[in-house]
């Protein structure tokens, strides 16, 4: 396991066959799982050279035979799942948790591309209107409206996100929207500003008893709801110290390595701790209309937007905490 390099290479493109849509790929948002790949720590399941890249937005170019409902120019993105429809997983109805799932852009080709073809059935249309940069972030707007859903989150309640990067603060986001009173716990100073700046209330763990300052906030009780989205091993060792009794904990963040928890707790307050992975149909539907409708703040998350041939500098911004989220610019790259 290492670090890979990243390579910009010129290739003829393909007509999309039967049941696909070849889209001309305006912007690709960058993240944390990108990070990852490039750093090997999912060589296990990634084969190299990758054509990566799963944050998109786009307009059709061409479609395949037996493709209708789609023409050409249409503003689209997609939701980058291909399920079997056959394991148990999907026979019980959880197919965009598919045992033998293909993350399209992970364990196939993605979207950092200028024509890409993917099945019809990944397409999720976008309003008139829309600019594709904003559309660009709706699959990471799906991850936060999955994880809130899955949280169970009832307005009024106390809600804590460990972790300040883009996809905490989309969490953050529609949590608020969903009815949540939403503290952030964040380490990175710059960070925190972005975050207040946004309406949010944050905390620095290391200027203050971040367990102390929730149990008085939430009236002595703690956290109804904790997401986990820094993927520090810290984070989620303490991160049951917050919850209240039959609180939940959802983890959101990817974690490479197995990680220490407080069990204890668990069973002393019986808490749930639930997994939150990728989204489903409504989840991108959902985040259409929040990108859409304006409420979540795309001027302000997109830090900036780069060609493809910065990516390899955007990523090392993006490590270094310098920016909340890069787009790349893929258009006429085909």
Not at 38 to 57: C, I, K, N, W
Not at 242 to 247: C, D, I
Not at 256 to 279: C, H, K, M, N
Not at 302 to 318: C, G, K, W, Y
């Amino acid at each position: 396991m290492g670090d890979h390099t990243i390579e910009i290479s010129h290739a003829d493109p393909v007509p999309p066959g039967p049941g696909l849509v070849q889209i001309a790929v305006a912007y690709t948002g960058l993240c944390g799982t990108d990070l990852h790949i490039l750093h090997g720590s999912m060589d296990a399941r990634v084969q190299t050279p990758l054509v990566f890249g799963h944050e998109m937005s786009g307009k059709i170019a061409a479609v395949g035979d037996g493709v209708t409902g789609w023409s050409f120019g249409d503003g689209v993105t997609v939701m980058p799942l291909s399920w079997d429809g056959t394991c148990p997983a999907c026979l019980a109805g959880n197919t965009h948790v598919c045992q033998n799932l293909d993350f399209i852009g992970i364990d196939s080709p993605g979207s950092l591309q200028g024509l890409w073809n993917v099945p019809v059935e990944t397409l999720v249309a976008l309003p008139e209107g829309v600019r594709l940069d904003h559309a660009a972030l709706v699959e990471p707007v799906a991850v936060a409206v999955h994880d809130v859903r899955r949280s169970g989150l009832v307005a009024g309640q106390k809600v804590v996100v460990i972790g300040g990067g883009p996809i905490g603060v989309l969490i953050a986001t529609v949590a608020r929207h969903f009815g949540g009173d939403v503290v952030v716990i964040e380490l990175d100073e710059k960070r925190r500003a972005q975050i207040e700046g946004l309406g949010f209330t944050t905390i620095d763990p290391r200027a203050i008893d971040q367990v102390t300052w929730v149990t008085r906030w939430s009236g002595g009780a703690g956290a109804d709801v904790v997401f986990e989205v820094s993927g520090a091993a810290q984070a989620v060792l303490g991160a049951t110290a917050l919850a209240k009794v039959r609180g939940t904990i959802v983890v959101v963040a990817i974690h490479p390595t197995p990680r220490e928890i407080d069990l204890q707790r668990v069973f002393w307050r019986e808490l749930s701790i639930l997994g939150a992975r990728v989204y489903q149909r409504t989840d991108f539907e959902t985040a259409v209309g929040l990108v859409a409708d304006g409420i979540i703040p795309s001027e302000l998350l997109i830090t900036r937007i780069v060609p493809l041939s910065e990516t390899q500098a955007a990523f090392a911004d993006l490590e270094a905490g310098r920016a909340m989220k890069i787009l790349v610019d893929v258009r006429g790259q085909a």
